[in-house]
């Protein structure tokens, strides 16, 4: 039987249809299939595995959770991987339950985004105090060190302004953006207090920056990458907002199992592989792509930093 035929036979399950729309979106945990569902575990991972054997899904292990994606078209047969989304996109419109998937769908990125923001909000005016997985002054050094002339600089995910004010030293002008409006606030009081004037701090999200297109010299994403919901998105914005010439630092953990610390530090991803970084910017359209582990930590989990320098050229 060709594999279309095997998926067509899956798709006579109107959960196994739910379940690969709703993935199409978005790479999701069991634990959030089962939310959006709103069905058990069990039931949930009996569908997802028979639909990772079928070859349609993928997963991968993220410390003691798994999450389950569409396989990418460049793996298996466009042209029937094709058929069965337009077969699934007709078989959801027969679905009352797929339009209530939606919604349940955003509510669970949502949480993701929430309990991100609720940690930052806490962490405001204690930074300095409290730890944070991966900021450590020797992995900043490391990155400022790369920094030549840089012109406008956008500082994605600066949280409370430390590394900011560290760039507005050298950098004629700062974009300073955030997502918790108690950390712009509290960043941008200390920035006044320190005499900078060159720093301008703004609400927004890093997936969807409020920088005009090809206008900083520099974009650093420093320990923000693994905090968002997709990464991708916000590479890409990075290299929107870069001008032509400019480069990108991304400072973020190395991949580990420390699964605690999606708890402790509302942390979305458990760090990256220096594979999936490079990916993740060849795929936005950098050049010139370098990534090296510049940190670790001695006490335990022993997180290590990673680090990536990549070039928008014309």
Known sequence: MTSILKWLKLLADPTRVRILRILRKEKLSVAEIQNVLGMGQSRISSHLAQLKSSGLLKDERFGKNIYYEIIDPNETDKEALNRIFAVIDSASEEIPECFEDSEALKLALEKRSD???AYFDELAGNFGRKYVPGRSWKSLAEMLL???????????GSGEGTLTQLLAQRATKVIAI???KKM??????????????NIEYRLGDIQSPP???????LTILSQALHHTAKPQIAVNEAFRITALGGKVVILDLLR????????????????????E????????GFNSIQTAIVDKEQKAPHFETLMA???KKG
């Open 115 to 117: 309990k991100a923001r």
């Open 211 to 217: 920088i005009d297109d090809n206008s900083v010299s």
């Open 256 to 275: 580990h199992d420390f699964e605690q610390a999606r708890d402790l530090y509302a942390d979305v991803w458990l760090g990256f592989t220096e594979i």
């Open 146 to 156: 790369q920094i030549m002339d840089p012109g406008i600089v956008a500082d994605l």
């Open 184 to 197: 712009i606030g509290y960043a941008s009081k200390i920035s006044q207090e320190n005499g900078y004037d």
């Open 277 to 284: 970084l490079r990916e993740y910017l060849k795929n936005a």
């Open 309 to 311: 320098i990549a070039e």
């Open 178 to 180: 955030d997502s918790s």
